[in-house]
């Protein structure tokens, strides 16, 4: 984006009032899926502008010059759209930006029956997911949890340094911030016990990720995506809480990784931040040359970025007490959303538009910085560790080594740089006992 | 069945003939997708008989009795009639059985129109699998997989006998059967590099499973499925083969399990076996009290039981000479179809019909009944072990440690009790290179 074009694009120049700090500015233009209950039988394709949504559905319908087939935004989800070409998304976008700041444009014209309050409307989830896949990119995040069973030269497996180590998760379990989510139930190790037990989870964690939709055509099966090629299948990003039950997990993952520990419930933020939203705020990336050890050359590019996302996640209690847990950035993540899709589809995987790709829980490197539970309470202010004993005092006077019921975890993410601003919304879930059926 | 129904049901009560060791018999009435390229636009659902395939979105636009949604049928996948209850499955297997065996019947008098010659048709995937999962069930697999690396003794992993240990699969990459497979590209670390290298799986492998497909209503998230519920949940079964790069999951798996070595691709065989066919063969179950581990209330119930599916896989050679590999039996399975079910639930993961359930590599306990060549070429013939090193000769004087481009994996199956028989068909795919492309 040039110069001129940001300036253009400054709240002030909006035909809707733009809040400070409002995370929907003309800068952003997310996509979303939403209803609204007197207004539509189907749910819409949107975008989000000030405290308002705009319905893309009928908006398309009044211009005839768009490129590519606008049947594509009149669906129940996003997938037709992702599926084009990364032209059509910023065509799109062009258009939107265009008609925001014309009082004189056609959605000026239409505004009442294109734009609904945003709380009058339900977010959906955005895309159907094909398959969702969990990477584990964050340096500091994989060398804290790393530290606790190694020394801190060895907190790093030998592959970690070599590729972004990842797994499939269960796409089924992905639901949309504000979903409710029951404490699982499981197959649980007691300390000491020499035979496990059936219960409820007793170390209920949360996971700050974000996580990237792949867009652009499907790769034919046994045709991987290139370094190069990966740019223009990442359609944007949103939030992810992947909730983790660590007891079930610890007994369960070992030897082929998580399972139920994790299939129970991953929330994902309902508005997909685009790539091209994002481009103004890359920012250096950790160089990948730790302990001397370079990528190989099919996950190189002198294209790679980080990103520079301010990442908070806090908890509310039944109380009503609310408390930031921690602050994180995505430039703590070492392998970029690229080269996860490349390695992915290194082997000729098959990915589809989308498909789902997290990040792993980021942190940072310190106390303040970390995204989960299991690092808040390992690990004392000084950097002291322990198993899980550290607990996290709220100002209530009440304290936490792990989620309880009731209790509502909350991610939020921005971007600033100088006037510039978008952010990513919620992402939300409350907390509920293990749901009890009649038949045990 | 009782068995005046088992003797109506004979081959020689059918209106077709049904060769000696067809696998599809009157017991039988499988189900599955294909397309007859002059005859229909779209795929459609069917049953196969004999040698010919019975278009079922046609059969039924017949009959105006049945109890339930007759579109179900007329969709190009199973997914909708999966996900009727199974007295609907049972309903239309008997008036398929009952016109099959009746020369009066509507399907003899419309069988030029109904019926299709299996040679002139295409067979498709038989449903959308939402999500995929693969388990590891086999006691003798895991015994032989964990002899290589640990003691006879310590051979399980603590939690192998409590449950039934699995992952999250790649349901991009399940393929039919006759898809062919490129080997994958990957990161190797080579014996005694210090650093990995990029390039071609050098230890393809295949592995002999089952998989089921989940029928019935979904859960919704956060309400398990008991065990007592789950047989209503088991739609049929399919023969699998989950395609292994060896080298890349050495590499790759620690600590969040295999990715890149499995998602590649993944066979099934097209006709879905529905356990109401099964029910004929069901067997005794190995004890499940090994080491005096008995698994916990919510993995028991009086319904659990085994069942006698003899499978055998087979390599043909580009040269055409083809070898009989292994030869094993479901009855190798410690935990049964439901129990996995049960167990995959119990955290409130939500099930949905056409999700994929794979037995993960079914083995015997000796030479012969290996389910995979990692077995097979770590063990001699007398059970002496080492770490994949004894090729398997073939009669062409070639020999094998590791599937070959140009290689054909051949997977069957089959029951037999008596006169009464039915067939799984094949599950095959042929090993081409890794697909090059210009950008490397």
Known sequence: MADSESISLRSSNCIVEIPERCPWTLINIPFG???????????????AIGSFVVDLNRFVGHFSSFSFDTQTLKQPTLNDFMQLDRTCWQEVRRVIQQQLTDSSSVLAAQKSDIMFPMDECTMLMPARIGDYTDFYSSIWHATNVGKLFRSEEEALKPNWLHMPVGYHGRASSVVVSGTNINRPMGQLMPKGATAPIWGSCNLLDFEVEVAAFYGGKPNDMGRRITIEEAPDHVFGVVLMNDWSARDI????????????????????????????????????????????????????????TSYDVNLG????????TSEQLGKTNTCNLYWTFTQQLTHHSSSGCPMKPGDLLGSGTISGRNHGEYGSMLELCSYSDSGEKKAWSFPYTLSDGDSRTSIQDGDTITMTGFCQKGDLFLGFGECTGLVLPPRLIAKQ
């Not at 899926?33 to 975008?47: K, L, S, Y």
């Not at 007994?251 to 994790?262: A, D, Q, R, S």
């Not at 996640?313 to 009503?320: E, H, R």
């Open 33 to 47: 899926v939403f209803t609204h209950e007197r207004n539509m039988d189907e749910p819409h394709i949107a975008t």
């Open 249 to 304: 997990q610890k007994w369960e993952y070992v030897p082929l990784g998580p399972f139920n520990g994790k299939n129970f419930a991953t929330t994902i933020s309902p508005w997909i931040v685009t790539m091209d939203a994002l481009e103004l705020f890359k920012c250096d990336m950790i160089p990948q040359n730790q302990q001397g050890k370079v990528p190989l050359p099919y996950l190189q590019s002198d294209a790679l």
């Open 313 to 320: 996640v806090s908890l509310t209690t039944a109380k009503g």
